[in-house]
């Protein structure tokens, strides 16, 4: 069979361009595509993570299958983490709203909020199933809402076609020492995958248990007084440091220890009622229960640990609150059921639709408010006073229908996607105060705050492929949608009106198949990213920062570009990318250290300009050895604020200006495989104003260099044993005010049949 062919079938189904020499030959392999879901036609760059290369990663929670993807980020702070939200090469790594993920067209982004608390709904997929993940870098489909304007990442998972059963168990630990802390943290995961087909129903099964404890994610500081004092109890332990805006500043202990238990428990039901139509069913279940401890540093006169109260350290007085080192207990149980159906109708005509719930059943936080008698005990110990929030009756209900026409089955060159998109988002969060702060029966009779509220998205949208020839190819797309905010509310506010509003979005792209082995192709589109319920309604105090929301926020505007070139080589391909995003009212959450405020707020035109290369190749320079690499050089600035003009000329948060990934994988022999990544990260800033110029200490967004290795063993075709090492050069890097894991060593054994 020829090469060229076989390279051009590829090239149809993922989109990229390959070309080979004509006298090669490879041995006869069998193309299979697989059904289209969410994204058709799909006029963007974009990236693919196969199980195959996810094997060779240090993976644990699913969102590592995507470390080493070009231009993206994962907030991944420890394993475990409820809050790994996705940054991009155009947005930040606190714009959780700016990106979407999808598993087998199921939306599990949490578009609820546009910060750390909003994550991506990982846990309801295992990484044991999964196919494939593609990535979207950009707006540029008419079938995806702004939200795509980062990245748009879909998972498919593994369809059985046999009784076939996974297996595994893995355990990992780092010794963390930095700070006042040094101290081992340790967990464990056991998966197991299930599945087979029976004549046309297919089904499949996947139970997830983690166990973990994570290094502090935060610590209790507060700033150098400017003069000195005696008053308080003379204290020792306490850490100097110099925090972000290299203000002195004194550390008195590590908090967010997480202790956290995880479940998952998933079935998928597939079912071919003909061989071009098919429905799926999926119904998934996620508990979290975590307990987030706290160490203080401080200890008195007679070496006893103290916890809270005025304090005096190297003659400058501090009062130590209550709430700086108190623990906190939270559960957490999450269900998603969806409903997917797609049909070839005729040779013209096939349709999709999808339609998921995602609701939150039980979400319950606790805090002491009441300190131990002198300090002497950790806040809480004793029971006693705290507040108790639920958040329960959150969630989420989409609906999408798409219908394909290819109308004369080619000879009119066309390919129409056409369909309608239903959102609606809940939110809702009552806070009371409770005389036992671990006793939920404890509470008040009446919330001491709540804040709830409800947005809807009713969107069409129309796109046609138009080949002009064989090698052109001019894709058009509309996307009108109307938003809705409605039922808001905040405790102690007046009441809030409604909204309703429509909006219009134009994409264009042209692909140009310049020679057999270059692809060239150009892309502008207008997207809105729309206000989130929590951006909209919610005002409150959490802990001892006060958020305050704004439910007459405008929706950003954005208008992005991108010119992208392909070139197929030899067992690989090689893309470049420009691209360009000026967004107008663009959102962002600041906190103000010094009032300990965090308010949403639109500013003017942000603009974020930048290059990419990427490169992957199957036998890159010798036989045996994969590699995959990225290079993002990102150019930001504010360019107005009628509101703070102080900030105009600065960079954009977030954005830093390099991004560098590289990977290889080398097959020594049929049982040993070997495994090296590296990732950097250059500068950026966290505030507005770019003040944040001491980028090596918490609260700072640092640079970094973290090299991983993971050396595998295959025992037979059922067992393979593995070792890996994340960050070998333990490397103490900061993303705001969280510390990142240490040198971690992971072990796995696993099974599959």
């Known amino acids: 069979m020829k090469r060229k062919p076989i390279a051009l079938a590829l090239a149809s189904i993922l989109g990229m361009p390959f070309a080979w020499a004509e006298n090669q030959t490879l041995p006869e392999m069998t193309v299979s595509q697989t059904r289209s879901a969410v994204v058709a036609d799909n006029p963007s760059p974009s990236a693919e993570v196969t199980q195959d290369q996810i094997r060779e990663i240090n993976v644990i929670n699913v969102e590592d299958s995507l470390k080493y993807t070009p231009s993206i980020f994962i907030r991944k702070r420890y394993v475990g983490d409820r809050n790994g939200i996705i940054a991009s090469r155009t947005a930040g790594s606190l714009q959780s709203a700016w990106s979407l993920v999808y598993a087998d067209g199921l939306l599990l982004s949490n578009l609820l909020g546009n910060s750390y608390n909003f994550p991506p709904r990982w846990n309801i997929?295992?990484?044991?199933?999964?196919?494939?993940?593609?990535?979207?870098?950009?707006?540029?489909?008419?079938?995806?809402?702004?939200?795509?304007?980062?990245?748009?990442?879909?998972?498919?998972?593994?369809?059985?076609?046999?009784?076939?059963?996974?297996?595994?168990?893995?355990?990992?630990?780092?010794?963390?020492?930095?700070?006042?802390?040094?101290?081992?943290?340790?967990?464990?995961?056991?998966?197991?995958?299930?599945?087979?087909?029976?004549?046309?129903?297919?089904?499949?099964?996947?139970?997830?248990?983690?166990?973990?404890?994570?290094?502090?994610?935060?610590?209790?500081?507060?700033?150098?007084?400017?003069?000195?004092?005696?008053?308080?109890?003379?204290v020792s332990g306490g850490v100097g440091y110099t925090n972000p805006t290299n203000v002195p500043s004194m550390m008195f202990g590590a908090t967010s220890l997480d202790h956290s238990v995880q479940d998952t428990a998933k079935i998928r039901l597939a079912y071919d009622f003909t061989p071009d139509t098919r429905a799926a069913l999926t119904y998934a279940f996620w508990q979290n229960d975590s307990f987030s401890d706290t160490q203080t540093y401080l200890r008195n006169a007679l070496g006893q640990p103290i916890w809270s109260g005025s304090v005096n350290i190297d003659n400058h007085n501090y009062t130590v609150s209550t709430r700086a080192l108190a623990p906190s207990d939270s559960n957490t149980q999450n269900q998603l059921l969806g409903l997917s159906l797609d049909s070839r109708l005729s040779a013209d005509w096939a349709i999709e639709l999808s339609a998921?719930?995602?609701?939150?059943?039980?979400?319950?936080?606790?805090?002491?408010?009441?300190?131990?008698?002198?300090?002497?005990?950790?806040?809480?110990?004793?029971?006693?006073?705290?507040?108790?929030?639920?958040?329960?009756?959150?969630?989420?209900?989409?609906?999408?229908?798409?219908?394909?026409?290819?109308?004369?089955?080619?000879?009119?060159?066309?390919?129409?996607?056409?369909?309608?998109?239903?959102?609606?988002?809940?939110?809702?969060?009552?806070?009371?105060?409770?005389?036992?702060?671990?006793?939920?029966?404890?509470?008040?009779?009446?919330?001491?705050?709540?804040?709830?509220?409800?947005?809807?998205?009713?969107?069409?949208?129309?796109?046609?492929?138009?080949?002009?020839?064989?090698?052109?190819?001019?894709?058009?797309?509309?996307?009108?949608?109307?938003?809705?905010?409605?039922?808001?509310?905040?405790?102690g506010y007046a009441p809030i009106a409604s909204r309703d509003d429509t909006y219009h979005s134009p994409k264009a792209s042209l692909a140009w198949q310049a020679t057999s082995d270059w692809l060239i192709r150009g892309s502008v589109a207008r997207a809105y990213r729309m206000p989130t319920v929590t951006e909209l309604f919610q005002t409150e105090k959490i802990g001892a920062v006060t958020q305050i929301s704004d439910p007459n926020l405008n929706p950003e505007k954005i208008l992005a570009t991108d010119l992208t070139a392909e070139h197929a080589i030899k067992g690989g391909n090689v893309r470049f990318s420009l691209f360009d995003q000026h967004t107008d009212n663009f959102l962002t959450s600041q906190l103000d250290l010094l009032t300990n405020v965090n308010r949403v707020q639109n500013i003017g035109r942000t603009r974020i300009t930048g290059a990419e290369a990427v490169y992957d190749a199957s036998d890159f320079l010798m036989p045996g050895l994969d590699f995959n690499g990225s290079l993002t050089y990102t150019d930001s600035e504010i360019l107005s604020d009628p509101g703070n003009p102080a900030i105009v000329g600065k960079k954009v948060p977030r954005i830093p200006d390099w991004r560098i990934s590289a990977f290889a994988t080398y097959h020594f022999d049929e049982h040993w495989t070997g495994s090296l990544g590296l990732l950097y990260s250059g500068l950026q800033f966290g505030s507005l104003v770019n003040s944040d110029t001491n980028h090596y200490d918490t609260g700072s967004l640092s640079k970094y260099t973290t090299v991983d290795l993971k050396l595998g063993y295959r025992f037979s075709k059922l067992i393979r044993a593995s070792f890996g090492i994340d960050n070998l050069t333990n490397d103490n890097y900061f993303i705001g005010p969280h510390p990142f894991p240490n040198r971690s060593y992971q072990a796995e054994l696993r099974v599959d049949y």
């Open 125 to 234: 997929v295992g990484s044991e199933e999964i196919e494939n993940i593609e990535v979207l870098y950009g707006p540029f489909s008419a079938l995806l809402p702004g939200n795509s304007a980062g990245a748009t990442i879909l998972i498919t998972t593994h369809e059985p076609q046999q009784f076939e059963a996974h297996a595994r168990v893995q355990g990992w630990s780092q010794n963390y020492k930095h700070y006042g802390t040094d101290d081992t943290y340790q967990g464990h995961q056991e998966q197991v995958a299930l599945g087979a087909r029976v004549n046309n129903l297919s089904w499949s099964f996947l139970f997830n248990h983690l166990d973990t404890h994570s290094q502090p994610t935060n610590f209790a500081t507060a700033a150098v007084p400017a003069s000195t004092s005696a008053a308080g109890t003379p």
């Open 356 to 491: 998921s719930d995602y609701s939150t059943l039980k979400d319950v936080s606790r805090t002491p408010t009441t300190a131990v008698a002198g300090g002497l005990g950790q806040p809480g110990s004793a029971g006693g006073a705290g507040d108790i929030s639920f958040g329960n009756d959150t969630g989420w209900k989409t609906f999408d229908t798409r219908a394909i026409w290819k109308p004369g089955q080619g000879r009119a060159n066309h390919t129409v996607t056409f369909g309608y998109h239903y959102d609606h988002y809940t939110y809702s969060s009552l806070k009371y105060s409770a005389s036992n702060w671990t006793d939920d029966s404890s509470i008040g009779a009446l919330p001491s705050g709540a804040t709830m509220g409800d947005t809807r998205t009713d969107a069409v949208f129309a796109q046609d492929a138009w080949k002009l020839d064989p090698r052109l190819t001019l894709t058009l797309g509309w996307r009108t949608e109307r938003w809705q905010a409605f039922n808001g509310f905040i405790s």
